[in-house]
């Protein structure tokens, strides 16, 4: 696939014209916030946007009717959310959120700061496309389904493998390696291009740019035993017993739009909050007195830390008023149909219908509701589609 146009995808420098007015992504390297930077978010959120913080599918961030963008960009610059202008669209990192704290065979998070001054310190990766995804996977899986251009999966304590357009390229390499390496292959993905945006849009794309780098450094091979790398909805939700006795409590955000109000107690609290690309949220090192505190306070206020909530099955597109393309106020209705009992769990049997009413679908499991055909922002892997049409809605189930 050859594109002749730029991407289109937004930053704070570079707004998205949206039918509901101007959208500001921001990009979270890692997913992490200090609470001072989650405080700036809120306030901003409520001074210069709708009030509410979206969290998109890449563990970024981003607000809607954006009022005064000059202003935005100053008060990020402050929070250390813009440090650059050149770079602030590519600095897309996925990190495993629970890494260091919960299980995984390493701490992938000391790599992100790395990994994003890296890409930040080089102009020529000031051209990689904006949807360019790095992910870094400390071996429990996690995020390295999730389908990035370049990536490393931890096989043990010392070493990764690096993944190329969501696969196992062969390559191993030592934890001081990865991010010297993933750099590389950004250049080589440059290299490569022909105007493509993502490297799988690359004609054998992963394996030109293993052969690039294998050519360009004769210390590495590219004969690791092949891993089998699949998306899964590994979502932390709840009560997570930290490997050094703290406690991390998982958050889901219904529809991943966070209201101001709940991010202000969360920074209240004074951790680290990590935003994960399940448009959930991890608050971290807090002791087992606090924890039950942040519990009884934000379950009240909407955040779901209950593993079987129907909350944790459904995401939907932006929609109407967003949308310009939409047919319906799709969160609207998922949101009724959520609040009806109408989303159930996995394991009943779903059949295709067509032209449904809103209020007659009824459907089970992982489900994605959609205001047109695009079905933006569908999460990776076994999903049911549920998809506004013309003559109303239309289930399309499983499909992978
Ligand atoms: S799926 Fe369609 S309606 Fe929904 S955000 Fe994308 S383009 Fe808009």
Redesign the pocket.
Known sequence: MTRTDPDSCPGVLRLHQAADGPLARIRVPGGRLSPEQLQALAAAAVDLGDGNIELTSRGNVQFRQVRDAATLGERLTEAGLLPSATHERVRNIIASPLSGRVGGWTDVHPLVPALDEGLQADPRLAELPGRVLFTLDDGRGDVSGLGGDIGVHAIDENTYALLLAGKDSGIRISPSEAVDLMLAAAHGFLELRDGQWRLHEVPDGSAQLTEHLLTSRSDLTADGEPLELAPRQDIPIGWLNQDDGNVALGAGVRLGSLPARTAEFLAAVERPLFVTPWRSVVLTDLDEWTAEQVVRVLAPMGLIFDANSPWLLVSA???RPG?A??LTDVRADVTTAVDSGRVIPTGAPQFPREALDADDIVAAGRQHW???E???GRPKGHVTDIIATPDGYRIDPGAA
Do not use: H, V
């Open positions: 597109c932006a929609g949308c393309k939409s959609s205001g047109c695009r079905r933006c």
